[in-house]
């Protein structure tokens, strides 16, 4: 199975766009990447996943490189509540594995 | 109404006591699972059971035991606790059969176990 890899953490400002890197060079064909992140306390949220093309909805948009070695979250307008550990997950049926995730901050 | 309910939320007790944590999903999904996060934040699956039946056990010790009494519940029996049992275990469930790869997973709040 793939292992992804993130920066351990990450500063935003608040307003603007947060981009948070993932590197999965290890991906397999028929495993998707999936984004999830955890606020203090909480259980972990879905944010988005794709496969091959880029993806978006009203959290986010998923930027996955053409050959499918790493993949961007992008929050376009950062808030204070987005701050959060970001999990970027290679997934193959039913095992979704996380790693240590990217620990964002955004800063008023 | 919590789509995903763990209980106890926290759960504190000595080493060697056996303890359970339920599970309850609401969704009418068929997959469940059991992760658990340590102090570091890593979140590592223990067990997914799909329609009540086991399809993934990592290498969790044998003191570790789920069970399955229907699609909605999935139990997590720990026995003999040790210090190193002590994390936040969470529950987890998806609409998706075996070997689908696409669909969301919805986590529970957590059972935070501290063993003493």
């Known amino acids: 199975d793939a292992k992804t890899t993130q920066p351990p953490s990450m500063d935003c400002a608040e307003g603007r766009a947060a981009n948070l890197p993932c590197n999965h060079s290890?991906?397999?064909?028929?495993?998707?990447v999936y984004w999830y992140r955890q606020i203090h306390s909480q259980g972990p949220q879905y944010i988005i996943h794709?496969?091959?093309n880029n993806e978006t909805n009203e959290m986010a948009s998923l930027i996955i490189t053409e050959d499918r070695k790493s993949s961007t979250l992008i929050l376009p307008h950062a808030t204070l509540r987005d701050t959060a550990v970001y999990y970027c997950?290679?997934?193959?049926?039913?095992?979704?594995?996380f790693g240590t995730g990217t620990s964002l901050t955004v800063i008023p | 109404d919590t789509a995903v309910s763990q209980t106890p939320k926290y759960l504190v007790t000595q080493m060697g006591n056996d303890k359970s944590i339920k599970c309850e999903q609401n969704?009418?999904?068929?997959?469940m699972y059991w992760y658990k996060q340590d102090s570091k934040k890593f979140l590592k699956i223990m067990f997914s059971?799909?329609?009540?039946?086991?399809?993934i056990n990592e290498t969790v010790p044998n003191r570790f035991s789920p069970k399955s009494p229907d699609k909605a519940h999935l139990n997590l029996h720990i026995n003999s606790l040790e210090l190193g049992d002590s994390a936040v275990y969470f529950c987890?469930?998806?609409?998706?059969?075996?070997?689908?790869?696409?669909?969301?997973?919805?986590f529970g709040e957590g059972s935070r176990l501290t063993v003493l």
């Open positions: 987890a469930s998806s609409p998706q059969p075996a070997n689908h790869n696409t669909g969301e997973l919805f």
């Open positions: 290890t991906i397999s064909g028929n495993e998707y």
């Open positions: 794709g496969l091959k």
């Open positions: 997950i290679a997934r193959r049926g039913n095992q979704f594995y």
């Open positions: 969704l009418g999904h068929d997959t």
């Open positions: 059971y799909n329609n009540k039946e086991l399809i």
